[in-house]
Nanobody, 126 residues
Framework: QVRLVESGGGLVQPGGSLRLSCAAS????????IGWFRQAPGKDREGITC????????SYRDSVKGRFTISRDNAKNTFYLQMNNLKPEDTAVYFC???????????????????WGKGTQVTVSS
């Protein structure tokens, strides 16, 4: 059984930082494409960043470029999202996901993935 479990969300002031973690079991992450997505109230789920397992291509949505970084630790079967200079508009539930392939339209990572975590809340507010 595949499980992805997010952690690291919380309340942070504008300009602050958080690091989200996604621990996987039931799959070996270094053979999978991975991504982070988010969903704000009343909005569709959107892709933040994703990495292709085939060639390592990494994409970021424009609004997070230069502020967010995806990384993985294959030894821990875990991947991360480092978020810096957080803004109120980053407030959302954040999900990690994995699949054999990642789907993109341009630099947009499409939220069509086989395996999903349950999400962790990130709130950016003063």
């Amino acid at each position: 059984q595949v499980r992805l479990v997010e952690s690291g969300g919380g309340l942070v002031q504008p300009g602050g930082s958080l690091r989200l973690s996604c621990a996987a079991s039931g799959i070996v992450l270094d053979t999978y494409s991975i991504g982070w997505f988010r969903q704000a109230p009343g909005k569709d789920r959107e892709g933040i960043t994703c990495i292709s397992s085939s060639d390592g291509t990494t994409s970021y949505r424009d609004s997070v470029k230069g502020r967010f970084t995806i990384s993985r630790d294959n030894a821990k079967n875990t991947f991360y999202l480092q978020m810096n200079n957080l803004k109120p508009e980053d407030t959302a539930v954040y999900f990690c996901a994995a699949d054999s392939v990642v789907h993109r339209i341009g630099d947009q990572c499409i939220p069509v993935m086989d395996y999903w975590g349950k999400g962790t809340q990130v709130t950016v507010s003063s």
